[in-house]
C-alpha cells in the first residue's frame, strides 16, 4: 500500500521502529559514506548513498562469533539493488543459521541518486523484491510504501493517509545494453574466452578489493583461533577467491593457481553458477567493485567488451 | 574463574628465546607493547633468553626462538648458525629478517661508498621455519602465532592483500587519488594501519606469492618517474628478488 508522510510522520516511524530494532543508516564520514549505527532514532538519512561496504557487514560481519546470539536489525535507506542483494544474501544463507533470519530483519529501502559505476538496470530487480517499506521523496512530501504485515504494522501504528499517486519502483541507472544469457553463455565456455581472460588478469593485482566490498561476494573461511589466555574460539573470516590460500588443500596444492584461474572463477561464480543456484546472477550492478578497484578494472566493460568479441552463439 | 586456573596450571611450559641481531630492536618492543596479553603468554612458555626484558639469561637448547634484524658481524653470524642448531623452530620477526629492512638499501648502492659485505636475510643464511612479518611487527598477529605455535599449529599468513583489510577500514583507494601505495602487492595481517592514518603503504610486510609487479610499475610510473619506482620497491629490501623466492619455493 501507498501512504502519505511528512517530515514529523517519519520521525514518528523512526520512533517504532527503535523500540523493537537495531537502526542502521548511512553516515557521511569524511568524504565517503559508512553504514553504521543510529544510536538515536533522530537523524536518520532515509535517502540512499553508496556506502563503501555494504550491509553484509552487519548481518555478516568480518570474524563472526558464532556462540553470539542474533540482534534485531532494521536496515534503512537500502537502494534497490542493495536490497536484491540482501534477498539473495538471505537465500543463499537461509537454513544456516549463521545470520539473522528474515523475521528478525527490518528492511527499509531508500531513494538512491547513481553515479557513472552503477549498472543496475541490466540487472531485472524490480520484481518481487522482499521488502518491508520503502521511503521515497517528492517535491514536499515523502511518499512511503509498505510491502509486508510489519511494514504495514509500523504504519498502523502512527495513521498514515492512504496516496493515490502512481508509484513504481524502477532501476535508476543508465547504462548501455549488456546481453546477461550471451554473457552466461562466453563465460561457460572457458576455452574460447582463454586468451581474453589471460589478458584481464595481466592487468590484475588479485588483491581481493573488489570481493571485500561486493555486497554478493559471501565466501568465508572458518577459523579456530587459540586465544592467548587459553581459549578457544569459533569464528568465521571473509575471504575473497583471489587470496592464494583459498583454494589450496593438503601439502600446499593448489586447485586455482594462477591468477586466470582465480579471475575466472569469480566471473564465473557471478554470471554462470549463481544463475544456476539461485535463479539470478549474483551481482546487482552496484558499481562498488568498480570504485575499490586499484588496477581500475572495470566489470561492466569487461563483460560488455568479451560480448563484443566473442558476439554470437559458439 | 577457578576453572582457569586450573587449566592454566596443567600447560607444560615450552621455552622460548627473543634474539636480535642488527636493528632498531622495535620488534622487540613492539612485542611488549600489550602487557596483559605478553603476560599470557608467559603461560605457555619459559622466557630462556630475551636479553631486552629480563638479567638472566640461559643457553638453549631452545623449543622456539624467534629472531630479529639482519646478521652484520662474524659473532652475529656465529650466533645465528647456533641458534638454528640448538632450537626446534627458528622464527623470522620483523621486515629486516625477513626482507633486509632499511640497511639493505646499501646493496644497491655503488660498491665505492660502501666496502662492507651485502645484507643478508635471515632466509639467504639459515633455514627459516615462520616469519612474522612487518616493521614493526603487528602485537596481536605476533602474539597469535606464538601461541598457534605452542599448540603445534601451523601458523599461516593471510593469502590476501592489504587491499582486501583496507577496505573492509573502508578506506577509499589512494591509488584511485592518484597516490602511490604497495597496498596491491603486499601481504595482509597489518589491519591496514598506515591507510586508516592516510598514509601510503610502503611495503613493509613484504610481497604476495601473486603479486602482480609488472601492473604495480604501470600504475606507479604515472605518479613516479623511474628512479623513484626502483626506490619504492626496494624500501623494505628487495622486493621482487623475494618474490621471485616465494614462487620458486611454490614451484619446487
Redesign the interface.
Known amino acids: 500500500m501507498l501512504y502519505k508522510a511528512n517530515n514529523h510522520h517519519l520521525d514518528l516511524v523512526a520512533e517504532v521502529i527503535n523500540k523493537k530494532y537495531q537502526i542502521f543508516s548511512h553516515h557521511k564520514n569524511g568524504s565517503v559514506f559508512k553504514y553504521q549505527r543510529n544510536q538515536s532514532p533522530k537523524n536518520i538519512s532515509w535517502h540512499s548513498q553508496k556506502s563503501i561496504l555494504p550491509f553484509k557487514k552487519i548481518i555478516f560481519p568480518e570474524g563472526l562469533n558464532l556462540d553470539k546470539d542474533n540482534q534485531k536489525v532494521a536496515l534503512t535507506g537500502l537502494a534497490l539493488c542493495d536490497i536484491a542483494a540482501l534477498n539473495l544474501f538471505l537465500k543463499q544463507f537461509s537454513e544456516s543459521g549463521i545470520i539473522q533470519k528474515r523475521e528478525e530483519l527490518l528492511i527499509v529501502g531508500g531513494d538512491c541518486s547513481p553515479d557513472e559505476n552503477c549498472f543496475c538496470d541490466q540487472f531485472n530487480l524490480d520484481p518481487l523484491l522482499d521488502f518491508d517499506l520503502f521511503i521515497s521523496k517528492r517535491e514536499n512530501e515523502y511518499l512511503v510504501y509498505s510491502k509486508s504485515w510489519r511494514g504495514e504494522n509500523i504504519i498502523k501504528k502512527i495513521g498514515l493517509k492512504k496516496s493515490l499517486v502512481s508509484f513504481n519502483l524502477k532501476a535508476k541507472a543508465k547504462s548501455p545494453k549488456i546481453d546477461l544469457e550471451l554473457t552466461k553463455k562466453n563465460i561457460d565456455n572457458r576455452e574460447l574466452t582463454k586468451d581474453y581472460w589471460q589478458k584481464i588478469s595481466n592487468n590484475c593485482f588479485g588483491c581481493g578489493a573488489c570481493t571485500a566490498v561486493c555486497p554478493l561476494c559471501f565466501c568465508f573461511d572458518q577459523n579456530f583461533l587459540n586465544s592467548p589466555d587459553g581459549g578457544c574460539k569459533r569464528c568465521l573470516n571473509w575471504t575473497s577467491c583471489f587470496a592464494s590460500d583459498f583454494s589450496q588443500i593438503q601439502f600446499g596444492h593448489d586447485l586455482r593457481p594462477e591468477n586466470t584461474d582465480r579471475l575466472y572463477n569469480w566471473y564465473h561464480h557471478k554470471f554462470v553458477r549463481g544463475p544456476k543456484e539461485l535463479k539470478s546472477p549474483l551481482c546487482v550492478g552496484c558499481g562498488r567493485c568498480i570504485t575499490a578497484c586499484p588496477a581500475h578494472l572495470n566489470i561492466k566493460n569487461i563483460i560488455s567488451s568479451m560480448n563484443n568479441k566473442f558476439p554470437v552463439d559458439n | 574463574m577457578e576453572k ?1 586456573k586450573e ?2 596450571q596443567i ?1 607444560i611450559k615450552k621455552s622460548l628465546a627473543i634474539f636480535s641481531l642488527t636493528c632498531c630492536e622495535g620488534c622487540q618492543f613492539e612485542l611488549l607493547k600489550d602487557y596483559v ?1 605478553f603476560n ?2 608467559l ?2 612458555y619459559e622466557l630462556k633468553n630475551f636479553r631486552l626484558g629480563q638479567e638472566n639469561n640461559l643457553d638453549g637448547p631452545f623449543d622456539v626462538a624467534v629472531v630479529e634484524g639482519t646478521p652484520e658481524s662474524q659473532r652475529e653470524y656465529k650466533l645465528l648458525h647456533q641458534i638454528r642448531r640448538e632450537s626446534k623452530i627458528v622464527v623470522a620477526m620483523g621486515a629486516c629478517a625477513n626482507l633486509g629492512g632499511i640497511q639493505s638499501q646499501r646493496n644497491h648502492l655503488p660498491a665505492k661508498y660502501i666496502g662492507k659485505p651485502e645484507v643478508k636475510t635471515l632466509y639467504d643464511t639459515i633455514k627459516i621455519d615462520f616469519s612474522i612479518p612487518g616493521c614493526p611487527i603487528t602485537n596481536t598477529e605476533a ?2 602465532i606464538l ?2 605455535l605452542y ?1 603445534d ?1 601451523i601458523p ?1 599468513l ?7 583489510e ?3 577500514n ?4 589512494l ?2 587519488k592518484g597516490l602511490p ?1 604497495l ?3 603486499t601481504v595482509a595481517g597489518c589491519n591496514s594501519i598506515c591507510i586508516n592514518s592516510k598514509e601510503s603503504c610502503f611495503g613493509c610486510r613484504g610481497p ?5 609487479f ?3 610499475k604501470e ?1 606507479l610510473s604515472a605518479m613516479l618517474s623511474k628512479k623513484e619506482i626502483e626506490d619504492w620497491l626496494t624500501i623494505y629490501g628487495d622486493y621482487q628478488k623475494k618474490w621471485l623466492g616465494i614462487n620458486k619455493r ?1 614451484k619446487s
Open positions: 582457569k587449566t592454566q600447560f596479553n599470557h603468554l603461560n605457555f602474539i597469535s601461541v598457534d599448540w599449529k599461516k593471510p593469502g590476501h592483500a592489504v587491499c582486501f583496507c577496505r573492509l573502508e578506506n577509499e583507494c591509488i584511485k601505495c597496498g596491491p602487492v604476495l606469492p601473486q603479486a602482480n609488472i601492473k604495480m600504475i611454490d
